[in-house]
């Protein structure tokens, strides 16, 4: 099995979180240092979240637990998104297309979850 890079939650996760980034780019200066900040600190721990989960692969409880930290950090963005569609930052269109893609990542890390045996 390669790194933590060829996995697919990974690459979803990185992709997803650097969406955000540059989208956030044009937020107003006033939110710089509140939900831009916030937004891209729980999309960058999403990812990261996931190479520490898999580093930590050889023990299956400490593998699942960094994966349920992902898991929240996902839900955690999703929670952000909310305050950019009710501050009219983002669009209804373009919130709903990045909480699908949340979904995604958050359903293959409960794969994961729930089989660490494959990941070994």
């Known amino acids: 099995m390669g790194t933590f890079r060829d ?3 990974y690459k979803k996760a990185f992709a997803l979180s650097m969406e955000i980034f540059w989208l956030t780019k044009g937020f107003p200066k006033e939110e710089t240092y509140s939900l831009v900040d916030q937004i891209r600190r729980s999309s960058r721990s999403v990812f990261a979240c996931i190479a520490e989960a898999y ?3 050889r023990y299956p409880n400490h593998f699942v637990s960094k994966l349920t930290d992902s898991d929240m950090e996902c839900g ?5 998104l909310d305050a950019c569609l ?3 930052y983002l669009t209804k269109e373009k919130v709903e297309e990045l909480n699908l893609q949340c979904g995604e990542v958050s359903r293959l ?3 994961m979850i729930n089989h660490p045996e494959k990941f070994q």
């Open 7 to 9: 996995l697919v939650a």
């Open 86 to 88: 009710a501050c009219n």
């Open 76 to 80: 955690e963005t999703q929670a952000w």
């Open 55 to 57: 580093k930590k692969r």
């Open 109 to 111: 890390l409960n794969y």
